[in-house]
């Protein structure tokens, strides 16, 4: 179990075009979702983080008018990518956590991982 | 800023040989701690997850865990070639209570034949 899907796993779009990205939780329901971005040969860089039904909470310098996150039900989350520039190019990873009713267990579980390349 | 540091790598072994994967954090209260493995190119997989001092082993797999050193290690035994991989530790944010994670920068391990 513990399973995240992503779609798209690629795509690539003109300078200025908006590009959303789904973030699926297939079976068990996600208490919190993340959203990272990766550069080449770089760490992981949270941008956000969702929960169902309350509005995501931004990390420091991510823009939240130009990276729209929804999470919609407890096993789905969208990233909107809006005005998509060539500098938003990256690897746009999701992943889930997978809450437990007691104790201090924390996992998160990584979707495959969506590749942006804005042209 | 809480922390976590992995030491720097790249690591190389042979086939065979044991590779050990070090991890430091910051934050004293953190209860959670992880292992993500990442292939180049792919996104990180889970491989270990320890929330007490001590040893916990999964196949090739150790994690190690101590909290009063502030320090977590894992260890793989009888490396393969196809264990070559980024390898990320994480560790949990107490303050939060969305369950955020904090990740070291990897540390990249390359296994030859």
């Known amino acids: 179990g513990a399973v995240v899907s992503q779609h798209p796993s690629r795509v690539i779009c003109k300078s200025g075009t908006s590009v959303k990205i789904e973030c699926r939780s297939l079976?068990?329901?996600?208490?919190?979702m993340f959203w990272y971005r990766q550069f080449p040969k770089q760490s992981l860089m949270l941008m956000a983080t969702?929960?169902?039904?309350?509005?995501?909470?931004?990390e420091q310098g991510v823009e939240k008018d130009k990276f729209l996150i929804n999470h919609a039900s407890l096993t789905l989350s969208t990233l909107t990518v809006t005005s998509a520039h060539p500098e938003d190019s990256s690897f746009y990873i999701c992943?889930?956590?997978?809450?437990?009713?007691?104790?201090?267990?924390?996992?998160?579980?990584f979707g495959p991982g969506t590749r942006l390349l804005v042209l | 800023q809480k922390e976590v540091e992995q030491n720097s790598g790249p690591l190389s072994v042979p086939e065979g040989a044991i590779a050990s994967l070090n991890c430091t954090y910051s934050d004293r209260g953190s209860q959670s701690f992880f292992w993500y493995r990442q292939y180049s190119g792919k996104s990180p997989e889970l491989i270990m997850s320890?929330?007490?001092?001590g040893d916990k082993e999964d196949g090739r797999f150790t994690a190690q865990l101590n909290k009063a050193s502030q320090y977590v290690s894992l260890l793989i035994r009888d490396s393969q070639p196809s264990d070559s991989a980024t390898y990320l530790c994480?560790?949990?944010?107490?303050?939060?209570?969305?369950?955020?994670?904090?990740f070291g920068r990897g540390t990249q391990l390359t296994v030859w034949p």
């Open positions: 969702s929960n169902e039904g309350s509005k995501a909470t931004y």
């Open positions: 992943s889930a956590r997978r809450g437990w009713a007691s104790g201090p267990q924390e996992t998160q579980y």
């Open positions: 994480a560790v949990n944010d107490r303050g939060s209570t969305l369950g955020r994670l904090y």
């Open positions: 320890i929330y007490s001092n």
């Open positions: 079976d068990f329901q996600a208490t919190t």
